[in-house]
């Protein structure tokens, strides 16, 4: 079933519940950085490039049933929580304008596509950093790997269940076009964040926002 120009009811409370989020983030977000600070212009809006490029190729039979790398848990580890969100955002609007995604979509994309595999991320690197030892391979496979994995097997999960309750497509096409893809993404996105914040740490450590040397590589 082709999905109508309109609205939904879930694209309308995903939308609402969008700009709230957005609106309490924007609150904690220091903007006059992005004016002041020439590292954070660079990283913020270099990053957002980055996503927007790497979302402009993506493949699939249905509209909406596409399927990219997210690379979202290594802009998560870099930029922090509310940075990672901004940068993010942007690169969801650049790809909305260029017609790669539909305005009606936007809300949706940005709850189960931006803000729920960020929120992953950073709930599971809080959790390893206040509860596991403090080691360099923590930090790269629970921090980055396995959350990379997590990440984009729940979204593929939590958009096959918004195209069959919004009744987009049946079951049917959706599993046989879209889910079936979930397990030959899991080791190439955890595989890209994990190798994308090793070599960060290594050549640029000052770069990622969640890494600290101190307490990652002094024992």
């Known amino acids: 079933m082709e999905q109508t120009s309109y609205f939904t009811n879930i694209q309308a409370i995903s939308g609402l519940i969008s700009l709230v989020i957005c609106f309490f983030v924007s609150k904690k977000l220091i903007f006059s950085r992005l004016i002041s600070d020439k590292k954070c212009q660079h990283l913020v809006f270099g990053s957002a490039a980055c996503v927007f490029t790497l979302w402009m190729f993506r493949t699939?039979?249905?509209?909406?049933?596409?399927?990219?790398?997210?690379?979202?848990?290594?802009?998560s580890l870099l930029l922090g929580f509310r940075w990672a969100?901004?940068?993010?955002?942007l690169a969801l609007l650049g790809i909305t304008v260029?017609?790669?995604?539909?305005i009606d979509m936007l809300g949706v994309n940005f709850l189960l596509g931006v803000f729920a595999p960020i929120a992953i991320t950073y709930g599971i690197y809080s959790l390893t950093f206040h509860k596991l030892p403090r080691h360099i391979f923590t930090y790269i496979f629970l921090c980055a790997f396995f959350p990379g994995a997590l990440a984009i097997g729940l979204k593929?999960?939590?958009?096959?269940?918004?195209?069959?309750?919004?009744?987009?497509?049946s079951w049917q096409i959706i599993e046989n076009n879209y889910l079936l893809l979930t397990t030959l993404m899991l080791f190439p996105e955890a595989m890209f964040n994990g190798m994308t914040i090793t070599m960060l740490i290594i050549y640029k450590p000052e770069w990622v926002y969640t890494f600290y040397d101190k307490l990652y590589l002094d024992k």
């Open 60 to 75: 699939g039979i249905y509209d909406g049933l596409n399927v990219n790398f997210l690379w979202l848990t290594a802009l």
């Open 85 to 89: 969100i901004f940068s993010a955002t």
């Open 98 to 102: 260029f017609g790669k995604e539909n």
């Open 156 to 169: 593929m999960l939590a958009f096959s269940g918004y195209f069959y309750f919004d009744d987009v497509y």
